[in-house]
């Protein structure tokens, strides 16, 4: 396992251990999410531990599958006694860049339905504004591509719609849309982008979480530390 994985790993395990018998769990998507699935799994089979799980992708579903963990459906979900998502990028007020896998939608969903909203992460995770390594994912109606396009080229960012890796063409969501990206030079104010963003017309959700997360579990190389 690579060292990055180990971190990844020991935050998840820290969080699955916050989950308690009889919980409603809001479950991510993404590599360190993974980390968190499978203990859960383990403190299932080994504690006999009871949760009904509420997921948040396609991948997510396949892993829980997997492991014979409950499933809830997210539409029949109005309440989450936690949940627990990686992120790409967290600052130092907790709000995060989220969507490399194009999840965020859903994600942003449950995170919003938890009464804790944890995040999993290692070190990398960590920037002092949001932005500097990652593009703001976006997750749009076809039909509003154009709007979108010329809407974000004046907030000042670089829009590109991404492209599937094994797959020509487009990447489409989990819930059928079109995914882009949008990189912004400099996210100074991140909630009035993130307010900015929410007003276009079609643009069905965007890649900032603003005031979500109540706590993020960050794995150093030489220690576990709580924001
Ligand atoms: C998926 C996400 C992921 O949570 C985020 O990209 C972090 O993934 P990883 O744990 O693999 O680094 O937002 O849409």
Do not use: Y
């Not at 998840?12 to 989950?19: H, P, Q, R």
């Not at 919980?23 to 699935?37: C, E, M, P, Q, R």
């Not at 949940?83 to 939608?105: C, F, S, T």
């Not at 749009?140 to 591509?145: H, I, K, N």
């Amino acid at each position: 396992m690579s060292s990055a994985d180990k971190l990844k790993q020991q935050a998840a395990i820290k969080a699955a251990n916050m989950v308690k018998s009889g919980d409603l769990v809001g479950i991510g998507t993404g590599s360190t999410v993974n980390f968190f699935i499978e203990h859960l799994a383990h403190r299932i089979k080994t504690e006999g531990m009871h949760i009904t799980g509420v997921s948040t992708s396609w991948s997510s579903t396949l892993i829980c599958q997997k492991h014979n963990i409950l499933l809830q459906d997210l539409g029949q979900t109005s309440f989450l006694d936690i949940a627990v998502d990686g992120a790409d990028e967290i600052d130092p007020q907790l709000n995060l860049i989220k969507g490399r896998g194009a999840a965020h939608l859903m994600e942003k969903i449950v995170a919003t339905l938890a009464q804790k909203f944890v995040i999993i992460a290692d070190e990398s995770k960590l920037v002092p504004q949001l932005g500097q390594n990652f593009a703001v994912p976006l997750e749009l109606l076809p039909c509003a591509l154009g709007l979108v396009e010329s809407r974000i080229q004046k907030l000042g960012g670089d829009f590109t719609v991404r492209q599937g890796l094994r797959k020509d063409g487009p990447v489409i969501s989990d819930s059928g849309n079109l995914i882009a990206d949008a990189k912004f030079p400099n996210i100074e104010n991140p909630a009035t982008l993130s307010d900015k963003l929410q007003n276009i017309p079609g643009l069905l959700e965007h890649g900032m979480f603003i005031g979500l997360a109540h706590k993020a579990i960050v794995a150093k190389k030489d220690s576990i530390v709580e924001l």
